[in-house]
């Protein structure tokens, strides 16, 4: 008899039998008699039966409980703390390529080696099967996630990220229309963590819409539902007419003026996403992907899959962020990974206290000066230790956050990590220049991959990742959808890193002014000065700005420092993106005719002032 007669019965039987689907039944079985677990658990959308993964993460001891109330602690293993680039593998059929940077593999040959790796691999274990929905339950934007794991900690994270979705299966009446994924934290070792990480794979099959993901933990690699159900999401939104992206939506709120303005935002993994959202005043709808379609009625709509954050918790302190601060400081349902616990409190870098000597973190016991086998010190929390909530548990999450219907986005932010060439804030002529802009993102490395820090990369929408058609699809797809809407959002490229003199030129909270400084022009309310590289703000509009909203006065210099207009600067950028997209095939020719008018203008320029910079005014 299969495994899988054996283990389904009773109530999960009844649970899987009552959503009258057999394609998720079908599936149920194939990956019981694959993975070999000792007994399945299925949930519906039954706050106990969630329950009952919460209570069972502490009882396996994947999490552990902290002082405060809610609070757990997870940890992953050593080696197992960022995004797995080089294993994570688009399933391609033979013949077929992808753009630069996107591992591929052939799909029978990945399909025989990872499905190798998932035989047998929660003997032992059990098998949580779980029903989500990636966006609001009940709305045309959303899709339908299966996800089968051995790890209570990927579920329970999945039930603080995302909706759950028993009852939305039901709605798909039977068919076929929903993603799958297959993850196994493999062997693990005492502590609960992964150990056989060279054999860590994560392929994505997007021929039949699934995921397999094994030996690993780290959420990026783990959570089918985050940066998995993204590729996935990218490649059905580019074979349709929407937009998947890797995006915050929020609500903008300027003071004095009684109105909300949405905003999209891309920005790298550590480049001010969540911090963004989080900006004191305004109301967060989410942190980091969105489904993006237009209503029909000349709006882009916007939704955010997930309902929680899966946020960097390094340089979360009082005065940076000060509500994230204050939520994970106070008892909620909250898992903190990666960080240091000592006497049950979490300790993180950059949290504004000292950290004490000893603790237990990612590496195990921890002392000042431990050392890694390779000699290496062990930072007491690693730079890309994480917090995971929902956002319904914060003061500013916005009212529209479950609105099925999504929300108006009149903004578009594209943000990267940049010392020294973008201004901290400036504003597309047109749709076409803004998907220039975010095609154009650059960011310096950080350390939620795996990998060097430091190095200058180019990241398209912050998307390369995940972008699994060829890029020039992608994009001519972003010019599409901008061109059918009547009412096309405004575009902002934003740069929070700038420095000068080898110091940040900008306070972390001076993003607050750039973010009402672009709600002001969507309703016309500054006017700005147009220059070669887009709109730029007025001198006097952002003192004002400075003054009101931070009582601080704005010096002309630093507006010099921050708005010039770095004409070497921008022209090595231009040199840097051509021989970075000139080998991509099938690039919309509007990118290369914004690309070679922009350098054009830059050369004149050049040619005419031999200067290096040139302030704003220059161009009034
Ligand atoms: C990011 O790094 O962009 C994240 C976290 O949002 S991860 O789940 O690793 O993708
Ligand atoms: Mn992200």
């Known amino acids: 008899m299969p495994l899988s007669d054996v283990l389904l019965r009773g109530d ?188 860590r794979r994560i392929y994505i099959d997007f021929l039949d819409g699934k995921v397999y993901s094994v030996n690993n933990q780290y959420a990026g690699n783990s959570l089918g539902l985050k940066k998995l159900a993204l590729r996935l999401a990218v490649y059905k939104a580019n074979h349709e007419d929407w937009l998947a992206e890797h995006m915050l939506v929020m609500g903008v709120h300027p003071p004095g003026k009684d109105r909300v303005t949405y905003f999209t935002g891309a920005y790298p993994s550590a480049c001010g996403k969540t911090s963004t959202a989080m900006i004191p005043g305004q109301t967060i709808v989410g942190d980091d992907i969105a489904y993006l379609r237009s209503d029909g009625k000349g709006n882009a709509r916007a939704v955010n899959i997930e309902s929680g954050i899966f946020g960097i918790i390094k340089d979360v302190n009082p005065g940076d962020d000060p509500l994230i601060y204050q939520a994970l400081t106070s008892p909620r349902e909250l898992i903190f990974s990666n960080v240091l616990i000592e006497d049950g409190v979490p300790y993180w870098q950059g949290m504004g206290r000292d950290p004490p000597g000893n603790g237990v973190n990612y590496s195990g016991d921890w002392w000042k000066g431990k050392t890694d086998d390779s000699g290496k010190e062990i930072i007491f929390s690693h730079s890309n230790a994480r917090y995971t909530m929902r956002i319904s548990e914060l003061e500013n999450a916005d009212p529209k956050a479950h609105d099925p219907e999504g929300v108006i986005v009149q903004g578009v932010f594209y943000g990267g990590r940049d010392s020294d060439t973008n201004v901290p804030v400036c504003e597309a002529a047109s749709w076409e220049h803004g998907v220039y802009f975010g095609a154009t993102i650059e960011s310096e490395t950080t350390s939620a991959t795996l990998g060097q820090e430091g190095v200058r990369k180019s990241s398209p929408m912050a998307n390369m990742d995940f972008i699994v058609v060829p890029l020039g699809t992608y994009l001519e797809n972003h010019l599409r959808f901008g061109r059918k809407l009547r009412n096309c959002p405004k575009v902002f490229a934003t740069n929070y890193f700038l420095k000068h003199e080898g110091k940040y030129t900008n306070a972390i909270p001076d993003k607050k002014i750039w973010v009402l400084w672009a709600e002001g022009r969507v309703h016309g309310d500054y006017d700005a000065i147009k220059t070669p590289i887009g709109f730029l703000p007025k001198y006097r509009d952002l003192k004002e700005l400075f003054q009101s909203v931070f009582d601080k006065d704005y010096s002309l210099e630093d507006y010099h420092t921050q708005f010039s207009v770095r004409l070497d600067k921008y022209l090595e950028k231009i040199a840097r993106m051509e021989e970075i997209f000139k080998p991509e095939p099938g690039m919309p020719k509007e990118f290369w005719e914004i690309l070679g008018q922009l350098r054009a203008e830059l050369e004149v320029l050049k040619a005419e002032t031999g200067k290096e910079a040139l302030a704003p005014e220059y161009f009034l």
């Open 12 to 199: 999960s039987l009844r649970k899987l039998v009552n959503l009258r689907n057999p394609h998720v039944l079908k599936q149920v079985r194939e990956f019981i008699n694959l993975c070999k677990p000792s007994k399945v658990t299925v949930i519906t959308d039954d706050p106990e039966e969630i329950a009952y993964v919460r209570q069972l993460a502490i009882d396996l001891g994947e999490e552990h409980p902290l002082k405060m109330d809610g609070h757990t602690i997870h940890f992953d293993g050593y080696d197992d703390q960022a995004r797995d680039k080089p294993h994570t593998a688009v399933l391609l059929p033979a013949g077929q390529s992808l753009s630069r940077g996107i591992v591929s593999l052939e799909r029978e040959e990945g399909l025989r080696e990872v499905r190798g790796f998932l035989d047998g691999a929660m003997k032992g274990k059990e098998m949580l099967v779980r029903f989500f929905s990636l966006g609001p339950t009940g709305s045309r934007f959303s899709l339908c996630a299966l996800q089968f794991t051995d790890s209570t900690y990927v579920a329970h994270s999945e039930d603080l990220l995302y909706r759950s979705g028993y009852e939305e299966f039901k709605r798909l009446g039977g068919g076929r229309e929903f993603f799958t994924f297959i993850h196994s934290a493999g062997a693990l070792d005492e502590r609960n963590c992964s150990v056989d990480i060279e054999k």
